[in-house]
C-alpha cells in the first residue's frame, strides 16, 4: 500500500474523506456494542507532543489501545527532536521503530518535515496552521445531528471568531464537501486571503459557499451550527487586551447570540474552552449545545483515521509462519540453557 500522511484535509478528495467518515461510523457502531475488532493488532503509534493536550493525546492512545495495538507519548525534553537530532533522523529511526506518527508541532513547517522524512503515516496533531484531524470529527459530528432530512450539502456553518488553526480547518473541509460556511469576526481576525483563495476553489468545485462578515447577529440566522474557538492561544498571552477589546462583547457566543439562530441550531466547540470569554456557561450547557458528543467523536475519528492509514500495511504472517520462528528461537533458547540444566 502506498505511504499516505494526513496533514491536510485539502490533499484529500471529498470522496476520500466521506470514505473516511463512513469507516468512522462502522468502527464506532461496533464500539457502541462493545465490539471494537482489533483491527491493529500489535500496532505502535509515536504519538509527539510540542504543546500540551487533552483529547487528542487521550483519543489517539485510547484508539490504538482498542484497536489492539499501542501508543508511545513523546515530549519535548524527552526526545532529541529538533535539539540534539535533526528532524530527518528523528523520523527514520521512529520509522524503523513504530507503524505510525502523530505529532502536534508548533510549527507547520515541522509537520512537513516529517512527514517528508517519514516511512510510516504521519498525521498532524494541530499545528500553528490548521487542525485535521478535529475537522474529520466535526463533520462526523454534523452528520449524527444535522437536522432531520438535510443533507450534508444542505448544511449551515457558523464560526464565529479569530482565524484560529481549527477555522482554516474547518472553513476548508466544509467547502470541500459542498456545504455552506460562514466566519463572522473583526476584519483583522478574519480568514487570511490564502485561505478564502483555497475555500474558494473548493466551493467551485464542491457546489458550497464561503463567506466572511464582520456581523454575527446576520451571520447566525440560517445557521444549523454555531461554532466557536479559544480568542487567545499559548504564545499569544501579550495580545490577550487587544483582542479581549475586539472581540467582547459582540462576538462572544452567550445567550442572546444563539438564540437568534434558527430553534434548532446547535452549539459546537472544538474544546479547550474558556467559559465566559468566547462562550458562556448558559450556551457550553446548553441542551443544543453537543461539545460533548463532538468531544467523544474525536476517539472514533482517531479509530477511523488510524485503521484507514495503517490497516492495510500491516504484516499479516500465516500461522504457519508464526509458528515456524517461535520453533525455531524456542529451540535456540533450549540450547542456550542446555549446560545448566
Ligand atoms: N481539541 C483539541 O485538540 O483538544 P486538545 O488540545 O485537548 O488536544
Redesign the pocket.
Known amino acids: 500500500m502506498r505511504l499516505r500522511h494526513f496533514i491536510d484535509t485539502q490533499d484529500y478528495t471529498k470522496q476520500e474523506l466521506l470514505d473516511i467518515i463512513e469507516l468512522t461510523r462502522r468502527i464506532k457502531a461496533a464500539d457502541k456494542q462493545g465490539c471494537t475488532p482489533k483491527l491493529l493488532q500489535d500496532a505502535t503509534l509515536a504519538m509527539i507532543f510540542e504543546?500540551?493536550?487533552?483529547?487528542?493525546?487521550?483519543?489517539f492512545e485510547v484508539a490504538m489501545t482498542e484497536l489492539g495495538g499501542h501508543a508511545l507519548y513523546l515530549k519535548p525534553g524527552e526526545i532529541h527532536l529538533g535539539v540534539r537530532e535533526t528532524l530527518y533522523d528523528t523520523a527514520k529511526v521512529l520509522s524503523r521503530m513504530c507503524d505510525i506518527l502523530m505529532a502536534?508541532t508548533l510549527k507547520h513547517e515541522t509537520i512537513l518535515g516529517l512527514a517528508q522524512y517519514a516511512e510510516i503515516p504521519v498525521i498532524n496533531?494541530?499545528t500553528d496552521y490548521n487542525?485535521p484531524?478535529?475537522v474529520v470529527c466535526d463533520v462526523l459530528t454534523m452528520i449524527e445531528h444535522a437536522p432531520a432530512g438535510k443533507r450534508l450539502e444542505e448544511l449551515n456553518v457558523t464560526f464565529i471568531g479569530d482565524a484560529t488553526n481549527?477555522l482554516s480547518s474547518l472553513m476548508l473541509i466544509c467547502t470541500r464537501l459542498g456545504m455552506h460556511f460562514i466566519q463572522a469576526a473583526p476584519a483583522k481576525y478574519q480568514a487570511p486571503a490564502q485561505w478564502i483563495e483555497w475555500a474558494q476553489e473548493n466551493c467551485a468545485e464542491s457546489g458550497g459557499s464561503l463567506r466572511v462578515t464582520d456581523d454575527p447577529i446576520e451571520a447566525v440566522q440560517q445557521a444549523d451550527f454555531v461554532y466557536t474557538d479559544l480568542w487567545w492561544w499559548v504564545g499569544q498571552e501579550e495580545q490577550i487586551p487587544d483582542r479581549r477589546a475586539a472581540f467582547m462583547p459582540t462576538y462572544q457566543v452567550n445567550l442572546d447570540l444563539f438564540n437568534r439562530a434558527p430553534a434548532h441550531c446547535k452549539f459546537m466547540h472544538?474544546?479547550?474552552a474558556s467559559r465566559g470569554v468566547e462562550v458562556t456557561d448558559e450556551v457550553m450547557d446548553h441542551p443544543r449545545s453537543i461539545i460533548f458528543d463532538q468531544?467523544e467523536n474525536?476517539l472514533h475519528t482517531e479509530k477511523g483515521l488510524l485503521v484507514y492509514l495503517l490497516y492495510k500495511r500491516l504484516p499479516r504472517p500465516s500461522p504457519q509462519l508464526r509458528a515456524y520462528h517461535q520453533g525455531q528461537i524456542e529451540a535456540l533458547l533450549a540450547n542456550y540453557h542446555a549446560d545448566k540444566r
Open positions: 504543546e500540551p493536550s487533552t483529547r487528542t493525546r487521550v483519543s502536534r496533531g494541530l487542525h484531524t478535529q481549527v472544538c474544546l479547550p468531544s474525536r
